[in-house]
């Protein structure tokens, strides 16, 4: 599956092509680095990541403000696509969530060698994402198998699957997906 996902910078909420790390659906490795981080596995100790406190312990960056606002509008549509039923849409979210957590999103989370926070969004790092973690645990539990036909499920995971933050819409081998 090859995902086309926007980039971090707000103000130029292009799609740009990432390619796929052949991330397929279901158990622990949906989620990938991303649970490994959340259950502490790797995770630098505290001491080894101190972060001294700046004057302006209260402002994220730009590039913070909008990767959770990014955060926060995936948690609302998972909420929204699961509310509703709609697993087609739930599944391509939590795809396009994994994904984003792997590649454009993960100079966001400490392990990365890019990691360079604020002393704010280090502070609060866990109570910004874990919720998102947590619905991506919760979406990566269900039996996808049942909720969506067999073609559609294997037209899904082996198509061409793009996704843009700006529109929140996906497209499937050049066309769009509708929501039900």
């Keep these: 599956m090859r995902y086309i996902v926007g980039m971090i910078d707000i103000d130029a909420l292009d799609c740009d092509a990432l390619p796929s790390d052949g991330l397929g659906f279901g158990s622990a490795v949906f989620l ?5 981080w ?6 630098r100790s505290e001491a080894s990541s101190f972060i001294p406190l700046a004057e302006d312990r209260e402002a994220f960056s730009h590039e913070e403000k909008g990767f959770l606002s990014q955060i ?3 948690e ?4 929204l696509a699961t509310k509703n039923s709609n697993w087609e849409r739930l599944f391509c979210l939590l795809h396009a969530a994994s994904a984003s ?3 454009t999103w993960s100079k966001f989370l400490p392990e990365d060698p890019a990691y360079d926070p604020t002393p704010k969004f280090h502070a609060e790092l866990d109570q910004l994402v874990m919720p998102l973690l947590d619905k991506m645990r919760e979406g990566a539990r269900l039996d996808f198998q049942s909720l969506l036909s067999p ?3 294997q037209e899904l995971e082996e198509g061409d699957l793009t996704f843009c933050y700006k529109t929140m819409a996906f497209t499937l081998n050049g066309r769009a997906v509708i929501d039900e």
């Excluded at 959340?38 to 995770?43: D, K, P, S």
């Excluded at 609302?76 to 909420?79: A, F, G, L, P």
């Design 32 to 36: 990938g680095g991303a649970l490994g």
């Design 38 to 43: 959340l259950l502490g596995a790797g995770r």
């Design 72 to 74: 926060w509008r995936f």
């Design 76 to 79: 609302e549509e998972i909420d």
């Design 101 to 103: 957590l792997n590649q």
């Design 151 to 153: 073609s559609r499920l």
